[in-house]
């Protein structure tokens, strides 16, 4: 629905935008101050990224650590949340159906403090009960995290299912393929863009989480959201100032290749439609 | 009589020396750098049932939806029953809309629906309860007035968009595609009762539509658009019997067209040299000697036999029966003249044949021949 | 899973084969998320619950088993609700409770209020407009949620760039306290729970059919009426979705209450974490989780039963 957009709603939009945005450039600028007082403007320098390259090893085993979670969990989380969304959408109903449902979208608005908790009462009894996880760490932020971001892509890839409806699944099945054939030739390939956004998204959401993995971690696994934290709690520090400008370099590249990968492919289908057009006429 | 020299408008309809309710002058609408509607002029008197007939993309929404309001033109102006619209928004106008889509308030029971428009003008509330009751008996909707649209069929919306927007008396009724949403016999059946309803309530019913055949039923008059131009103006009749190019004879029913050149321009006919043979023409039609035009013929003004012409003369000649195409009342035959030329000719099937097949079939030498009447020339 | 169960009358062997691999791998989709939530997300629930009513011990885990053989070989259920009378009598808890609502609540007001018009704005926008602008808003929700909050932390800070702006311009002498207050903390959650609020509304209204406003303005509703009566209705679904969105996690914060309210501005989540990982009381730490629970569980399965409905409607 496109329309005419008052006044009014151009203010707010204009409002909203700069609040969204003006932390964070303010956030960028002082990252190049010289003065250790973050608000405190001495002149431009970079001595604070210098720090964090050459003298921070615990920043780069934190980042080290964040993103190989980071990676574990969007990979699995993609694979569960694809399955949990097939069953939803396709698999009609069954024993559970609504028990399952409700599981798959509760983590999506679960107050982080007891998500976080149970699982750690649930790593401790485990461990009692069976010895396994020895250790936390790696392995239990990985569970927690596929664990809430398995519902993101859930959501994600329930969307894209029911947009793409069930018609050629049922070509498919017409022209002789069998359930399992048409799940891998016609349904997944179907499901392409909203795989690659829900691992995106279950990757970032790993990245971005502090909460959960502050409970379910152990000794010595300082993830970065953890590291950053357990500085900024004691104020303002230059280092963390730079450390964001280079996330936020960082996802704004990765933003802006996504940007135009999608504008190219719009390109593309605008090309098509006009060379099918031309067809016709 | 249409001359096919004069401009692609025919005189206004004016009964009884009153105003027109609607005049447009001028009018032009851009969306950016594309010419929706360009510099065009219309009057439309009180009680007219007219339709803008066209393809999509000719302008004939954009019309429609300056007159609602929804849109402005760049330059022009719209008058309704004497008052300039310019700066009158949608809702303080003295029309109303049916959507094509009908947009039926979704969260809203029929009966709130249709008095929506009622409510806005501060109208006592008993008052509101006996129109509304009113115009569902009209569309014979009585039974549904306590339905969400979501419970109603397709026909049932309809009907309730419709009551909503006639529940205000509205002095011009907008009608945007108001039965392409329906199933084609429930169609041909709306077309009728559409009509029927207009005449009942008297409002000026302005439709836009896409299908030649609704606007022929419908209409009173109609205008045939095309890149946000009018084409031609005029009665049905008019339109499908004297149309004025060949974008009108070919848009509306189908007609067979082919160039020619005037041989001889009399005072009460006129002679065309085609590749059908010689064209004679009795009426008025008035070009050079010489000059080339367009002859234009209907597939079901031809005759079609077996047996061989009588005489020698114009407007006759003879092919073969390429292909048949039985559509039930009618069959269409394709004929392949000498020249190889394919000519469309339809006839209706009047008799039930004692065997299985009418009497001319593939292959059949069969003879064409027109009356002086019928063929229609074209200047452009 | 009742569908997966094989017809065992199939007449050849081979025919059962394949009936039967069929339905197995119709079952291994089913069972893997499943089992995987039933474990990591559900049975943890019921080992708070248990840890809740057991007693502080000097053991690791910290608390008394539920359920123990003791030694004549007699099986014992000990559950005690002690931690909630506790927690139900303890002033401090109860205000703590009250102070996560009563913030909660503000902020998803804010941010309807704030996002409404944003969302709609978006929607009425031009189609190159519009998805730079929804780009533009989901832009912040890719960054780190900590540094936005830091962000912020850097702005209102006593020697923070919004008092040294006002400072230098003469509004102020001195720098108005704004860290570690409880407007931080308002401030912080409505600017990180923003995009929540507003995609659901935008989701919403950008499948709202167009000719409805047209509609109602034809029938001589002026716009402030027909925002009212038509935009405002048909919006429901999406304010429900976005504030629940808002108020569920903003209700259990941790980072924004600790980072920008301090320890000035209680909240049950910033308390819960520090009962858990200061203290060692898990059976009062997980009688304050359930109670948090039990709190939330009506809005949880309200947005549940929205979440169904929209995804059964589109």
Redesign the interface.
């Known amino acids: 629905m496109y329309g005419k957009r008052s006044r009014f709603l151009t203010i707010m939009l204009s409002i909203g935008l700069a609040f969204f945005y003006i932390p964070m450039i303010l956030l960028v600028i002082y990252s190049f101050n010289y003065s250790k007082l973050v608000p405190v403007w001495s002149g431009w320098s970079i001595r604070w990224y210098e720090k964090l390259l050459f003298d921070s090893p615990d920043v780069w085993a934190a980042v080290s650590l964040s993103l190989k979670i980071a990676f574990v969990n969007a990979t699995f989380a993609t694979l569960l949340g694809t399955l949990a969304a097939l069953v939803m959408v396709r698999f009609g109903r069954f024993k559970g159906r609504t028990l399952f449902g409700g599981m798959l979208v509760a983590p999506l608005v679960m107050p982080e403090v007891i998500t976080g908790l149970s699982l750690l009462v649930l790593f401790i009894s485990l461990k009692e009960a069976i010895g396994w996880p020895a250790e936390r760490g790696f392995t239990t932020i990985t569970i927690a995290h596929i664990t809430f971001s398995m519902a993101y892509v859930a959501v994600t890839v329930q969307a894209r299912l029911t947009g793409v409806g069930q018609t050629l699944e049922e070509a498919a099945a017409d022209l002789g393929a069998k359930p399992f054939k048409v799940l891998t030739a016609i349904t997944i390939p179907q499901l392409t863009p909203a795989l690659i956004s829900g691992w995106l998204l279950a990757f970032t959401l790993s990245l971005d989480d502090l909460v959960i993995a502050s409970f379910v971690t152990g000794p010595g696994a300082n993830t970065l959201p953890i590291l950053i934290f357990s500085r900024i709690r004691l104020g303002l520090r230059p280092d963390i100032n730079a450390l964001a400008t280079i996330i936020i370099l960082f996802v704004a590249i990765c933003v802006a290749i996504a940007a135009i990968l999608m504008f190219r492919q719009h390109r593309r289908d605008l090309r098509d439609q006009q060379l099918a057009a031309g067809e016709d006429a | 009589m249409a001359d096919a020299q004069s401009a692609p408008t025919t005189p206004i309809h004016d009964q009884n020396g009153s105003e027109p309710i609607v005049q447009i002058r001028g009018v032009t609408k851009k969306f950016g750098d594309v010419t929706a509607v360009e510099n065009v002029d219309l009057d439309i008197m009180q009680g007219e049932l007219f339709c803008l007939l066209g393809g999509s993309g000719c302008g004939k929404s954009t019309l429609l939806r300056m007159l609602a309001g929804f849109e402005f033109p760049e330059s022009g102006s719209i008058n309704i029953d004497g008052v300039n619209m310019s700066d009158v928004p949608a809702f303080e106008r003295p029309t109303n809309m049916m959507f094509q889509s009908y947009a039926l308030f979704p969260h809203m029971s029929v009966e709130k629906n249709v008095a929506f428009g009622l409510e806005q003008d501060k109208i006592a509330k008993a008052e509101i309860e006996d129109r509304v009751h009113e115009i569902l008996k009209l569309v014979e909707l009585e039974d549904y007035k306590k339905r969400k649209p979501q419970q109603l069929s397709g026909g049932q919306r309809q009907r309730v968009a419709l009551a909503r927007s006639l529940v205000k008396e509205p002095k011009l009724l907008l009608l945007d595609e108001p039965l392409a949403a329906l199933d084609k016999k429930l169609r041909k059946q709306t077309q009728f009762e559409l009509a029927n309803i207009q005449e009942q309530v008297g409002v000026t019913f302005i439709v836009v539509t896409h299908d030649q055949e609704e606007a022929m039923t419908l209409s009173t008059r109609m205008a045939v658009m095309d890149k946000g131009r009018f084409i031609q103006i005029g009665t049905p009749t008019e339109i499908y019997e004297f149309p004025e190019t060949r974008f009108v004879a070919d848009f509306i029913g189908s007609a067979n067209i082919m160039p020619g050149k005037v041989t001889e321009n009399g005072a009460d006919h006129i002679r065309v040299a085609t590749d059908l043979g010689e064209v004679y023409v009795d009426h008025g039609h008035t070009f050079a000697e010489g000059s080339q035009i367009w002859v234009a013929l209907r597939p079901e003004k031809i005759y079609l036999t077996t047996s061989p012409h009588e005489t020698a003369g114009p407007n006759q000649t003879e092919g073969m029966v390429d292909d048949i195409g039985y559509l039930g009342e009618t069959s269409l035959y394709k004929v392949r003249l000498t020249n190889g030329e394919i000519i469309d000719v339809t006839a209706p099937n009047l008799i039930r044949p004692k065997t299985r097949t009418h009497g001319i079939t593939w292959k059949d030498k069969v003879y064409l021949r027109w009356e002086p009447s019928s063929a229609m020339l074209l200047g452009s | 899973?009742?569908?997966?169960i094989g017809d065992t009358t199939a007449p050849s062997a081979l025919q059962r084969l394949g009936r039967w691999a069929?339905s197995r791998?119709?079952t291994i989709?089913?069972v893997?998320?499943?089992a995987?939530?039933?474990?990591?997300?559900?049975?943890?629930?019921f080992?708070?619950a248990k840890?809740s009513v057991a007693e502080l011990a000097i053991a690791s885990?910290p608390f008394t088993k539920m359920i123990e053989w003791t030694d004549g070989g007699i099986l014992t259920i000990r559950i005690v609700f002690d931690n909630f009378i506790y927690i139900l009598e303890d002033s401090l808890y109860v205000n703590t409770y009250i102070n996560s609502l009563k913030i909660s609540v503000t902020c998803t007001i804010l941010c309807l209020l704030?996002?409404y018009?944003?969302a709609?704005?978006?929607?009425?926008?031009?189609?190159v407009a519009?998805p730079l602008?929804l780009?533009?808003?989901i832009?912040?929700f890719?960054?780190?949620?900590?540094?936005?909050v830091?962000?912020?932390?850097?702005?209102l800070?006593d020697?923070?760039?919004i008092n040294?702006l006002l400072i230098a311009m003469g509004v102020i002498d001195e720098p108005i306290r704004m860290l570690y207050t409880v407007f931080a903390v308002y401030l912080g959650i409505v600017?990180t729970y923003?995009p929540f609020m507003i995609l659901p509304l935008y989701a919403n209204?950008?499948k709202?059919?167009?000719?409805?406003?047209?509609?109602?303005?034809?029938?001589?509703?002026?716009?402030t009426?027909t925002f009212f009566?038509?935009t405002l209705?048909?919006t429901m679904p999406g304010i429900i979705a976005g504030s629940?969105?808002v108020f569920?996690?903003a209700?259990?914060?941790?980072?924004i209450p600790?980072?920008l309210g301090g320890g000035n501005v209680q909240m049950i989540?910033r308390v819960?974490?520090n009962e858990?990982?200061r203290n060692t009381d898990?059976p009062v730490?997980?009688a304050v989780?359930i109670v948090?629970?039990f709190l939330?569980v009506l809005?949880?399965i309200l947005?549940?039963y929205y979440?169904?409905k929209a995804?059964e409607a589109?």
């Not at chain 3, 209700?251 to 980072?255: D, N, Q, S």
């Open positions: 899973m009742s569908d997966t069929q791998w119709r989709i089913v893997i998320p499943f995987w939530l039933l474990l990591f997300f559900l049975a943890p629930f080992i708070v840890i885990p704030l996002g018009p944003i709609y704005g978006i929607v009425r926008s031009g189609p519009k602008l780009f533009a808003i832009l912040p890719w960054t780190s949620f900590l540094l936005r830091y962000a912020w932390m850097g702005l800070a020697q923070g760039t040294n600017y923003m209204m950008e709202l059919d167009g000719s409805l406003n047209e509609a109602a303005a034809d029938l001589g509703s002026r716009p009426n009566k038509v209705p048909l629940l969105l569920i996690p209700t259990g914060e941790y980072v600790d980072l989540g819960l974490f858990f990982s898990w730490a997980a989780a948090l629970l939330l809005p949880i947005f549940q979440q169904g995804s589109s």
